[in-house]
Structure formats: C-alpha cells, structure tokens
C-alpha cells in the first residue's frame, strides 16, 4: 500500500525560483491538506482541498498555490520562493466523516525545503 | 496563535516510567486527535477520541478529554527507548471547517 506518496524529499532552490511539490494518494480521501513545519514547531496549515475541484486557505497561504483536479492529486506550487519558506513540508490527506468530520490523517513522509 | 497547545514542551523519563502529556485548546470541537513523530520523519496517527468521549485506551497509551476544561491528555504507560519522539495534538473545530490544527508537540525523551 502506497498511501500518501511526496515528491521530491529534498530540494534546494534559489530566491525567486518556482518549483512543484507533488503529492498523491491512493486511498480514495476525500479530504487532502499541506503543512509546514519549521525547527521546534508544531505543523502549520497552507491550503487544503475537501473534494476535487475544491481549495481553501489554511492559516499561512501566502506565497503557495494549488489545485485539486483529481481525487488523487493535490500538487503545492511555490510563486516565487523566499527564505522564509525554507521548510520541512507534509502533504496529508484523511477520510471525511459523514457530516463533515475529519477522520485520522494519513501523512506523506515530507519535502525538506532550502531556499537560498 | 494555534488552537492546540500541549505541556510540557519537552519531557525526560527513565525506561518504564510513565509519561504524560496535556493538550489545551480554545475553541469547541468535534474530534481531537494525537500523532507521533519520529526524528525526521512524518507523523503517525496514535489516537482520535470524539467530544462526546471521556477517555480511550490504545495498548500502552490512555488519551482523555474533558471538554468542560477544554484539555485533554495522552498518558504512555510503561515507556520504552523507542517511544522516544515528538508527539502533537490536532483538533478538528467545529467553527473552522473541521480541518486539523496541530499545537506545537511534546518531545519525549525516553533514557534506557
């Protein structure tokens, strides 16, 4: 069982670049989320899908993009990379109760992130 | 700041001890849930315990909520070198579309 696959797991990228996280699963979640973890922190919400064709906002989306045109794929897209950015980041997707509660989520093992 | 918020921030027991950890939140919710994390890797799910639930038991691990306080705790019993990690809380709040907000861990050092 795959699960919840990231790519790549390490990248270094220079101020200004832009580049693609990827992120798919393949548990038929409805529900699939980005985080953001720096040194000593909990994990930070930047965007989240509940369905294809549906995205929202976490609480730090700025400077990230993304889309959900399949199920299975929720890609974060960096603009134009900024050292503040400069994360370990984790793709997570869960199974969505009815009525709207998240189940357990299901966590990719990660993109560590270096913007110089 | 974040929603969840646990305590103490960090943890050092001897092998066999127990280890507790308190998770305090503001806002109401429909689940909290507490994940482990390994040194560099991703996090694992350990318990979901549901607001109309007191306590929960999972093989060495007993997690309660009280709603009235707002808190919850993760209680390892027995620990070994291997529980060694950070460990979070994440609630799903009811006013925020149910998405998980996770406060900022507990790391637990377990010494043989």
């Known amino acids: 069982n795959a699960g919840v696959t990231q790519t790549p797991k390490f990248q270094v990228l220079k101020t200004g670049q832009s580049m693609t996280l990827q992120c798919a699963q393949d548990?038929?979640?409805?529900?699939m989320s980005w985080y953001r973890q720096d040194p000593g922190m909990g994990l930070r919400l930047i965007h989240y899908s509940v369905g294809a064709g549906i995205t929202d906002q976490g609480e730090v989306p700025n400077g990230y993009n993304v889309s959900r045109s399949t199920t299975e794929d929720f890609p974060l897209r960096l603009l134009s990379a900024a050292p503040s950015q400069t994360s370990v980041y984790f793709c997570a997707s869960s199974y969505v109760k009815a009525g709207g509660t998240n189940e357990k989520l299901f966590f990719g093992s990660g993109t560590q992130l270096s913007v110089l | 700041s974040q929603q969840g918020e646990e305590d103490p921030q960090a943890l050092s027991i001897q092998e066999g001890e127990n280890a507790t950890m308190n998770c305090s939140y503001k806002?109401?919710?429909?689940?909290l849930q507490w994940y482990r994390q390994n040194s560099g890797r991703g996090l694992v799910h350990l318990i979901l315990?549901?607001?109309?639930?007191r306590e929960k038991h999972s093989g060495r691990l007993r997690v309660t909520l009280d709603t009235s306080k707002k808190s919850s705790s993760l209680l390892i019993t027995a620990s070994r070198a291997a529980d060694t990690a950070s460990y979070f809380c994440a609630t799903a709040r009811k006013a925020a579309g149910n998405k998980l907000t996770f406060g900022g861990g507990t790391r637990v050092l377990v010494k043989p």
């Open positions: 806002t109401s919710i429909n689940n």
């Open positions: 548990m038929n979640h409805e529900y």
């Open positions: 315990i549901r607001s109309n639930e």
